[in-house]
């Protein structure tokens, strides 16, 4: 089956200190993933996403490489801000259906 | 800019009213969910639609049910609602074969 699996938090980090949100998958066939992001008292965003093995998905100033030997998609910025205090979650996509899968959330609360 | 919309955004009310939860697209998209989203920010498929007249139950069993009579509109509607019952609920809707999902901002519901 398909699942999503993310690392637990919540995690503290200090202004400008460098980001690591670990995600991986279980999948039939070649998922969509995705992470998206929820600031206090809204919906989901979509922050980045990758459509297949190898593309590296980005937006303001976050990453995240499709890597399909590792099944992985992990997040990574480099200088955290305090405004990037939010919970993240991965998810992914099956190529063959509708259904998006959603890992259980990360919360990230950066300190100045 | 995401074009969706749900109302309430807070509500609290008495074990025993009868709830809807009202959610309305403007982008035409034809697939449309429901997730709720517990304490600990996980998020659990209740609902989704594939199109008008079309309505499934998702992973997570729900005693709410849900309509689509008309594309833009999604309401969940609690016949009885009970303790059990407070969490908040997110709308979303996506095209098909579309990689993407636009989330509402949440209607977070308190039941006493």
């Known amino acids: 089956g398909n699942s999503v699996t993310q690392m637990e938090g919540p995690v503290t980090l200090s202004e400008e200190a460098f980001l690591t949100i670990n995600c991986t998958y279980t999948?039939?066939?070649?998922?969509?993933l995705f992470w998206y992001v929820q600031y206090p008292g809204e919906g989901l965003q979509l922050l980045l996403k990758?459509?297949?093995?190898?593309d590296k998905g980005s937006n303001k100033g976050f990453e995240a490489t499709y890597r399909k030997e590792t099944t992985s998609f992990h997040l990574e910025k480099g200088s955290v801000q305090v405004s990037d205090s939010a919970v993240y979650f991965c998810?992914?996509?099956?190529?063959?259906?509708?259904?998006?899968?959603f890992g259980t959330g990360t919360s990230l609360t950066v300190i100045p | 800019e995401a074009d969706i919309y749900q109302t309430p955004r807070y509500l609290v009310i008495g074990t025993g009213k009868k709830i809807t939860l009202e959610c309305s697209q403007t982008?035409?998209?034809?697939?449309m969910y429901w997730y709720q989203q517990d304490p600990g920010m996980e998020l659990h498929l209740i609902h989704y639609?594939?199109?008008?007249?079309?309505?499934e139950k998702g992973d997570l069993s729900s005693e709410s049910t849900v309509s689509r009579i008309r594309t833009e509109h999604f309401p969940l509607t609690l016949e009885s609602a009970r303790p059990s019952h407070t969490s908040q609920y997110l709308c979303?809707?996506?095209?098909?074969?579309?990689?993407?999902?636009?989330f509402g901002a949440g209607s977070r519901l308190t039941v006493l």
């Open positions: 990758a459509t297949k093995a190898d």
């Open positions: 979303a809707s996506g095209f098909s074969g579309a990689n993407v999902l636009t």
């Open positions: 639609s594939y199109g008008v007249n079309s309505t």
């Open positions: 999948a039939t066939g070649y998922p969509s």
């Open positions: 982008m035409g998209h034809d697939k």
């Open positions: 998810a992914l996509r099956e190529n063959t259906g509708n259904q998006f899968y």
